[in-house]
């Protein structure tokens, strides 16, 4: 193998590596958790608790997350309890909800243009918004 095969297995690999983060975070029921998790540390049954998910739904959710190093674990006693290692992480949701803020913004002021449109040409606004 060359340098230069073995640098785009490597930029390979790391795209891999990157989707399957994104992969982690790419479930309701995993983003809810994480939410929860940025007030501190939680227990399974306090996770589910909060959601009001089966418990088995949890554990399998926290499964996926554990096994992409997305949470830490600690025992105590016969209770585990999750926490979010890297406080960077709460980070990135944050830009992405900002950034899905500005797309929902944009969606709106879109709408309004569309409603705005249909009633300055005399359809009504009922219609409109029908579509």
């Given at each position: 193998?060359?340098?230069?095969?073995?640098?785009?297995?490597?930029?390979?690999?790391?795209?891999?590596?990157?989707?399957?983060?994104?992969?982690?975070?790419?479930?309701?029921?995993?983003?809810?958790?994480?939410?929860?998790?940025?007030?501190?540390?939680?227990?399974?049954?306090?996770?589910?608790?909060?959601?009001?998910?089966?418990?088995?739904?949890?554990?399998?959710?926290?499964?996926?997350?554990?096994?992409?190093?997305?949470?830490a674990?600690?025992?105590?006693?016969?209770?585990?309890?999750?926490s979010?290692?890297?406080?960077e992480?709460?980070?990135?949701?944050?830009?992405?909800?900002?950034?899905?803020?500005?797309?929902?913004?944009?969606?709106?002021?879109?709408?309004?243009?569309?409603?705005?449109?249909?009633?300055?040409?005399?359809?009504?606004l009922?219609?409109?918004?029908?579509?």
């Amino acid at each position: 193998m060359t340098q230069g095969t073995q640098r785009l297995d490597d930029a390979e690999r790391l795209r891999q590596f990157k989707a399957e983060f994104f992969k982690a975070l790419g479930h309701p029921l995993r983003v809810r958790i994480l939410e929860l998790l940025k007030n501190g540390p939680l227990s399974v049954t306090q996770i589910q608790e909060a959601t009001g998910v089966p418990a088995s739904s949890v554990s399998q959710q926290l499964a996926v997350l554990r096994g992409r190093n997305v949470l830490a674990t600690e025992r105590r006693g016969t209770t585990i309890i999750y926490s979010v290692p890297d406080p960077e992480l709460f980070e990135l949701l944050d830009v992405a909800r900002r950034i899905f803020n500005a797309h929902l913004s944009d969606t709106v002021d879109l709408l309004r243009l569309v409603e705005d449109e249909g009633t300055a040409v005399g359809e009504p606004l009922a219609a409109v918004r029908s579509r």
